[in-house]
């Protein structure tokens, strides 16, 4: 892009928590992008920037950020026409709608409205053609805004490899057991005392979240008629166990899978090494160079040397072997507050945006 194109006025809902921080950095030299209004809870509004928020990053909080001063979180007169959310799924349902019905084009990040039928839920790698769903929208209709969402952000790293199977050889079962970063609960999330030389076997909803959302991430654009207005779920059987476990940033998942057709070791990897996705032409600027990274090593990959991958935006899979159960087993790697959450919802409004449904 060329850069006399003027960038995009945006704003972000929920800035001050662990996903806003990284909205916050990830958007900071963006091309595309450029923040111009900030919102968090009724405890933040009026402040400025630097003294609400705890900065938990390792990069440096940007001044000009730590200067501006907090939003109404209601206020959706003053706010720019694309909203970043990063709001528990409780206040998302309440305040997420009221942007929309503002005319805002809203990327969020909940889990408030990803099952909605009429709301795309989108990896730009994996299903953009599910974008016309927002044609479906009330809101769309009403004021030209609407909602998209990205996944769940242990579904993130599952799907991206998952993708890449489905399409060469078909998936029959997916079996997912998770180990999921603490930075994932949000800040200060999980008390100390609970996490510290523990494994929690429990997170609130998980299991549930990526189980749907997996399906209906590899799903295909239907509807009565041929009218591509309804996800038709991937019809394979799928089971997901989630933990939490004393990592910082990094979602682990141990998967299995039974495919539909036979495929040796070295199809499977190739197909994860040729994977560019539905979007490779549009050289959108969050795209990593690589999607799914394969690492031969046997100990690989490892949150604390791979996560950072591809600018946090590569999933890192390692140790595809055959299972005695089902067919293969592997281990994927995923940045949970980057591509599972800030990182994929700029990626998808870098997408609507080279799709025409955000304008400059
Ligand atoms: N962390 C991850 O890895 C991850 C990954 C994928 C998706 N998500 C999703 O992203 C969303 C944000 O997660 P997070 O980890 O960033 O949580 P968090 O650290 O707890 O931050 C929550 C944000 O919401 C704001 N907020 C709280 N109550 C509010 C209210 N009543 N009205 C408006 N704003 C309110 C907070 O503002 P104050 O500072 O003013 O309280 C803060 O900015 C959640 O839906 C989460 O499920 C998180």
């Given at each position: 892009?060329?850069?006399?194109?003027?960038?995009?006025?945006?704003?972000i809902v929920g800035a001050t928590g662990v996903v806003g921080q990284r909205f916050i950095q990830l958007l900071e030299n963006h091309p595309w992008f450029e923040v111009a209004w900030l919102a968090a809870s009724d405890r933040s509004e009026g402040k400025l920037y630097g003294e609400a928020t705890k900065w938990r990053l390792k990069t440096k909080l940007p001044e000009?950020?730590?200067?501006?001063?907090?939003?109404?979180?209601?206020?959706?007169a003053a706010a720019p026409k694309v909203i970043f959310a990063a709001l528990d799924a409780a206040f998302a349902a309440d305040l997420e709608p009221r942007f929309a019905e503002a005319g805002c084009a809203v990327v969020s990040n909940s889990s408030a409205f990803r099952m909605h039928a009429d709301v795309p839920l989108v990896i730009p790698e994996v299903n953009a053609d599910h974008l016309p769903l927002i044609e479906t929208q009330s809101w769309r209709k009403m004021s030209g805004g609407f909602i998209v969402t990205n996944s769940n952000c242990s579904a993130?790293?599952?799907?991206?490899?998952l993708a890449p199977l489905q399409k060469q050889f078909g998936l029959r079962t997916v079996m997912a057991v998770t180990m999921q970063a603490?930075?994932?609960?949000?800040?200060?999330?999980?008390?100390?005392?609970?996490?510290?030389?523990?494994?929690?076997?429990?997170?609130?909803?998980?299991e549930e979240k990526m189980e749907e959302e997996t399906q209906k991430l590899l799903g295909r654009l239907d509807g009565p008629g041929g009218g591509r207005s309804a996800v038709i779920p991937a019809p394979f059987a799928m089971s997901a166990s989630c933990n939490r476990v004393a990592v910082e940033d990094g979602h682990m998942e141990s998967i299995a899978v039974k495919l539909e057709k036979p495929a040796t070791a070295e199809e499977i990897i190739a197909a994860?090494?040729?994977?560019?996705g539905g979007v490779w032409d549009l050289k959108l600027p969050s795209a990593p160079e690589q999607a799914v990274i394969y690492m031969t090593a046997p100990d690989r990959p490892q949150p604390r040397f791979d996560v950072d991958r591809g600018a946090g935006m590569s999933t890192s899979v390692g140790r595809l072997r055959p299972c005695k159960v089902l067919d293969w087993k592997f281990t994927v790697l995923s940045h949970n507050t980057i591509r599972g959450a800030a990182g994929a919802a700029v990626f998808n409004a870098e997408l609507l945006r080279a799709k025409g449904y955000i304008s400059q």
């Open positions: 892009m060329s850069p006399e194109i003027k960038k995009t006025p945006v704003g000009r950020f730590a200067a501006m001063r907090i939003s109404p979180n209601t206020d959706t993130m790293g599952l799907v991206l490899a603490v930075s994932g609960a949000g800040y200060p999330g999980v008390p100390s005392l609970d996490i510290l030389g523990n494994v929690i076997p429990y997170i609130a909803k998980e994860w090494k040729d994977y560019k």
